[in-house]
T-cell receptor, first 114, second 111 residues
Framework: GAVVSQHPSWVICKSGTSVKIECRSLDFQATTMFWYRQFPKQSLMLMAT?????????EQGVEKDKFLINHASLTLSTLTVTSAHPEDSSFYIC??????????FGDGTRLSIL | GQNIDQPTEMTATEGAIVQINCTYQ??????LFWYQQHAGEAPTFLSY????GLEEKGRFSSFLSRSKGYSYLLLKELQMKDSASYLCAVNSNSGNTPLVFGKGTRLSVIA
């Protein structure tokens, strides 16, 4: 069964709206979670590393004020896309590390900004 | 820097065998992963190699040569449902570091 739950799976909203995506680790504690973005027919691009209890580490070119990450507990990380615009439309995927297992991915969130 | 190369696209026939190659140059090495990703879905874990040699799991096998910076994923008895992208990813460091992903190989299985 799924070990990482991501919600929502699909979002359609108007330009300027802020959207929150949740990533939960099930049955294990994840001190570290990763957020990726994937455009059509392209590979996964790491956006940021989310660490429980501390600030996220963002990859070069990713605006931290645009993509707010909160990792308030050992099982939950959230990504908020603030004031989303059409160019933010993408497939957002989280993953979580379990010390004894390979990196597990959530089911992804397809974000469409009109 | 970090670099992972794999072919962009491959086509194979149902029932056949296909080998997807991956070469990597990373600052460190702590294991290589293969993931399968169907269109519009998240990647799912297929295999993990940290030592040289072949790991077999049903119809899928993965091979690693650390000295050559090389891996391959072997798919046997291909089925139509195997049409997907296959991602090679390297853990370049120990600890809680993200995987470095290749751009993926889109495999099309034809009748």
């Amino acid at each position: 069964g799924a070990v990482v739950s991501q919600h929502p799976s699909w979002v359609i909203c108007k330009s300027g709206t802020s959207v929150k995506i949740e990533c939960r680790s099930l049955d294990f504690q994840a001190t570290t979670m990763f957020w990726y973005r994937q455009f059509p027919k392209q590979s996964l691009m790491l956006m940021a590393t989310s660490n429980e209890g501390s600030k996220a580490t963002y990859e070069q070119g990713v605006e931290k004020d645009k993509f707010l990450i909160n990792h308030a507990s050992l099982t939950l990380s959230t990504l908020t896309v603030t004031s989303a615009h059409p160019e933010d439309s993408s497939f957002y995927i989280c993953s979580a590390l379990d010390s004894n297992q390979p990196q597990h991915f959530g089911d992804g969130t397809r974000l469409s900004i009109l | 820097g970090q670099n992972i190369d794999q072919p962009t696209e491959m086509t194979a026939t149902e029932g056949a065998i296909v080998q997807i190659n991956c070469t990597y140059q990373t600052s460190g090495f702590n294991g290589l992963f293969w993931y399968q990703q169907h269109a519009g879905e998240a990647p799912t874990f297929l295999s993990y190699n940290v030592l040289d040699g072949l790991e077999e799991k049903g119809r899928f096998s993965s091979f690693l040569s650390r000295s050559k910076g090389y891996s391959y994923l072997l798919l046997k008895e291909l089925q139509m449902k195997d049409s997907a992208s296959y991602l090679c990813a390297v853990n370049s460091n120990s600890g809680n570091t993200p995987l470095v992903f290749g751009k993926g190989t889109r495999l099309s299985v034809i009748a």
